[in-house]
């Protein structure tokens, strides 16, 4: 099964745009012809700066040739997450190994059913080692191991600092 560390892996992984589909306005101007120069670039998202609550929002909705369908595949969820592999590092500023920026995960939501309705739980860090599940008006004590091999929709982390 894919960890939420595979996810922000292709999450943040360099693609390729389609060929010639971005407009170079330096190599434009070096032509000197008045004509437009595009080429073939490259993207990649990552994160400027992390935030002292992170939410991670799995997809778990695809879109299939008859409409919308629930990905049912469970993601596991790592209690302490590093962030500093999806980071701009600092410009200018080369190290061989960035500072660990450090989470630990407080709490996800869970989703139950499909795309035409269902039922959202969620379960919540109370402190280092207990944990609560809430579903409408009921909460109940659950062992960490219920909250690992849930099949997260969202999942909250704090920051360690």
């Given at each position: 099964?894919?960890?939420?560390?595979d996810c922000l892996d292709v999450?943040?992984?360099?693609?390729?745009?389609?060929?010639?589909?971005?407009?170079?306005?330096?190599?434009?101007?070096?032509?000197?012809?008045?004509?437009i120069a595009r080429t073939q670039a490259r993207k990649r998202v990552m994160v400027k700066e992390c935030p002292e609550t992170?939410?991670?929002?799995?997809?778990?909705?695809?879109?299939?040739?008859?409409?919308?369908?629930?990905?049912?595949?469970?993601?596991?969820?790592p209690l302490q997450l590093d962030m500093a592999p999806y980071t701009i590092p600092s410009f200018?500023?080369?190290?061989?190994k960035p500072e660990p920026i450090l989470y630990s995960l407080s709490g996800i939501?869970?989703?139950?059913?499909g795309m035409g309705g269902g039922h959202?739980?969620?379960?919540?860090r109370r402190d280092s080692d207990s944990w609560f599940y809430f579903s409408d008006r009921h909460f109940k004590d659950v062992r960490e191991s219920?909250?690992?091999?849930?099949?997260?929709?969202?999942?909250?982390y704090k920051r360690v600092w």
């Open positions: 099964n894919p960890s939420i560390y999450f943040t992984a360099s693609e390729t745009l389609s060929e010639a589909s971005y407009i170079c306005i330096n190599c434009t101007q070096a032509r000197g012809d008045g004509e992170l939410t991670i929002h799995l997809k778990r909705f695809a879109a299939t040739g008859r409409g919308f369908q629930k990905v049912g595949k469970h993601v596991k969820i200018g500023k080369v190290e061989e939501v869970v989703h139950s059913g959202y739980v969620a379960y919540t219920s909250v690992l091999n849930a099949q997260a929709y969202v999942c909250f």
